[in-house]
């Protein structure tokens, strides 16, 4: 076992092996598992670039992994932290107002239709209500809000009067 193997082995507490085995068991995460993989290994007294080729990782990514476990002991610390991510490309269409313009009769609005359709709705927000959004961020955001959009099924009104004689009876 070389110093810095020794001297980051001592960092670590008796149970903190244990610990580290229970989690890998259930991890479901293959960043988790991999994080913790390489943790339990230096506690297991392997060098850190050992460790790193054997995970696939920088030797810098290994450090970084142990040093959140050890401020904490707690392996929770190395899951994925939030992310930001991209903001919206429409902030002003909300849940609520795409519900109340869903809700509304295009014939009110004045459209010649009877059911919303993309096109349609994209025209009736950036009239409306000032809104610019895509037609792909539209039916996302739809699908977000469980909206689902079947065709009209055509219903005869009566039944005809030679039906009996169109079907051979």
């Known amino acids: 076992m070389r110093g810095h193997a020794k001297r980051e082995v001592q960092r670590f507490f008796p149970a903190d092996r244990r610990r580290l085995e229970r989690v890998l068991s259930v991890a479901r995460e293959a960043r988790l598992y991999r994080r913790v993989e390489a943790v ?54 909300t849940p609520c107002r795409l519900a109340a313009a869903l809700a509304r009769d295009p014939r009110g609005c004045g459209y010649q239709a009877t059911s919303w359709t993309v096109p349609l709705l994209r025209q009736y927000l950036h009239r409306r209500h000032g809104i610019t959004v895509g037609a792909r961020t539209l039916r996302r ?29």
């Open 40 to 93: 339990l290994l230096v506690a297991e007294g392997q060098p850190i670039s050992e460790v790193a080729r054997h995970v696939r990782a920088t030797r810098f990514s290994v450090r970084g992994w142990l040093e959140r476990y050890l401020a904490a002991h707690d392996a929770a610390a190395l899951a994925d932290r939030p992310r930001p991510g991209r903001p919206h490309s429409a902030p002003r269409l």
């Open 141 to 169: 955001r739809l699908h977000e809000a469980n909206y689902r959009w079947k065709r009209p099924r055509y219903v005869y009104v009566g039944r005809a009067v030679h039906l009996a004689q169109k079907k051979g009876e």
